[in-house]
């Protein structure tokens, strides 16, 4: 039974800083690109940030430069590294997996953890 459990979300002042993480497990992590999406109320699921097997990344351009995304394959784990909050990344936040071959067919994904930026 594949798992992804996301941890670490909750409120923040902006210009703070939060870790999530996913913990994933009954996959074979090293062949699964990993990603991190988010929902905010009433708008749609958007890619945040991703990274591949091979270590490659990607950015939406909201985040480049304060948000930072990494694995680690041998504890089956993505973090995603949050700094300089704003209000505007208030949402949910989902841990998805995609295997190497097909990047952009997420097959599994986490339960959502709520990250708030508030004062």
């Known amino acids: 039974q594949v798992q992804l459990v996301e941890s670490g979300g909750g409120l923040v002042q902006p210009g703070g800083s939060l870790r999530l993480s996913c913990a994933a497990s009954?996959?074979?992590?090293?062949?699964?690109?990993m990603a991190w999406f988010r929902r905010n109320f009433g708008k749609p699921l958007d890619l945040v940030a991703r990274i591949n097997g091979d270590g490659t990344t990607t950015y939406a351009d909201s985040v480049k430069g304060r948000f930072i995304i990494s694995r680690d394959n041998a504890e089956n784990t993505v973090d995603l590294q949050m700094n300089s909050l704003k209000p505007e990344d208030t949402a949910d936040y989902y841990c998805?997996?995609?295997?190497?071959?097909?990047?952009?067919?997420?097959?599994?994904w986490g339960q959502g953890i709520q990250v708030t930026v508030s004062s």
């Open positions: 998805a997996a995609a295997r190497n071959d097909e990047p952009f067919k997420y097959d599994y």
């Open positions: 009954g996959i074979i992590f090293s062949t699964y690109g």
